[in-house]
Nanobody
Framework: QLQASGGGLVQAGGSLGLSCAAS????????MGWFRQAPGKERELLAA????????YYANSVKGRFTISRDNAKNMVYLQMTVLKSEDTAIYYC????????????????WGQGTQVTVSS
């Protein structure tokens, strides 16, 4: 129901855009989030956006470098990543939550399959 895409290999300092397509159901009213998980590390929330797009959240590690957006008419959520660093290397996931202030993985109800982002230094 959520399909993340756009990952790949990029050099440090470069940019990459991820997309998340929702299908099979409506995610009206859902908060959408982007997470990542690096080997040996916990899954962390990077950014989240409310249904209206009026409220966004960013982790300190990506604030100022990543931008989350959504197009409800197309059932799409995006993550634009700039000034990428080697520590951004991870599998990136999109997720949807019905909760009001979802910050933890267990707050999210639906998950995409993940897309690999590798940043070479």
């Amino acid at each position: 129901q959520l399909q993340a895409s756009g990952g790949g290999l990029v050099q440090a300092g470069g940019s990459l855009g991820l997309s998340c397509a929702a299908s099979g159901r409506t995610f009206s009213g859902y908060v959408m989030g982007w997470f990542r998980q690096a080997p040996g590390k916990e899954r962390e929330l990077l950014a989240a956006i409310t249904w209206s797009g009026g409220t966004t959240y960013y982790a300190n590690s990506v604030k100022g470098r990543f931008t989350i957006s959504r197009d409800n008419a197309k059932n799409m959520v995006y993550l634009q990543m700039t000034v990428l660093k080697s520590e951004d290397t991870a599998i990136y996931y999109c997720a949807a939550s019905r909760r009001y202030y979802p910050r933890e993985p267990f707050d999210y109800d639906y998950w995409g399959q993940g897309t690999q982002v590798t940043v070479s230094s």
